[in-house]
């Protein structure tokens, strides 16, 4: 099964379980968004609108990558706060790919303006629940809490990185 084609190909990303704090997992999501930000700020039109890791299998522009990071934020966030209300969300790699593949069905139309905003909004909003744990609750579930902010830290990098080495950019 392919995540997005190009990412389960290339390379897996291990489990980690670094004790860190959850204003130490904020700060590493807040700055791997910015990151991201960042870049797409410096898309140009006919960048934002390229589909540089298609020959990879990942068929969505730039845009769209970059809204999904911000999708992904809303349904990690939705999946933390079930954790810690208790309940146990079934979240398998299948149902990813059904949340990626119903995004990108509607995500085509974004503006950039539109998505850069999406993804300050919906990474703010993560930030802020994950900066709002106590060190306990990153353990709620088996360590998913922490997983899943883990998770968040990496994902804006690896789309990025991804993106830059297919368009030749090594920034």
């Known amino acids: 099964m392919q995540l997005h084609g190009y990412r389960r190909r290339q390379r897996y990303i291990p489990v980690m379980t670094e004790a860190?704090?959850?204003?130490a997992h904020a700060e590493l999501i807040a700055a791997a968004r910015d990151r991201l930000l960042t870049f797409a700020a410096t898309c140009t039109d006919e960048t934002w609108h390229s589909r540089p890791l298609a020959a990879h299998g990942d068929h969505r522009t730039v845009g769209v990558i970059v809204d999904h990071v911000a999708h992904a934020y809303e349904y990690?966030?939705?999946?933390?706060?079930?954790?810690?209300?208790?309940?146990?969300?079934q979240v398998d790699v299948a149902l990813?790919?059904?949340?990626?593949a119903a995004h990108t069905a509607r995500a085509e139309h974004l503006t950039q303006a539109g998505a850069m905003e999406h993804l300050t909004r919906s990474g703010d909003d993560f930030v802020a629940l994950i900066a709002g744990l106590r060190a306990a609750d990153l353990a709620a579930d088996g360590?998913?809490?922490r997983r899943f902010a883990e998770i968040a830290a990496r994902h804006p990098d690896t789309h990025r990185t991804d993106i830059q080495e297919a368009l030749g950019d090594s920034a």
């Open 20 to 23: 860190r704090s959850p204003a």
């Open 76 to 89: 990690m966030g939705g999946w933390v706060r079930e954790i810690l209300a208790g309940t146990d969300p």
């Open 96 to 100: 990813v790919d059904r949340l990626n």
């Open 143 to 145: 360590g998913r809490v």
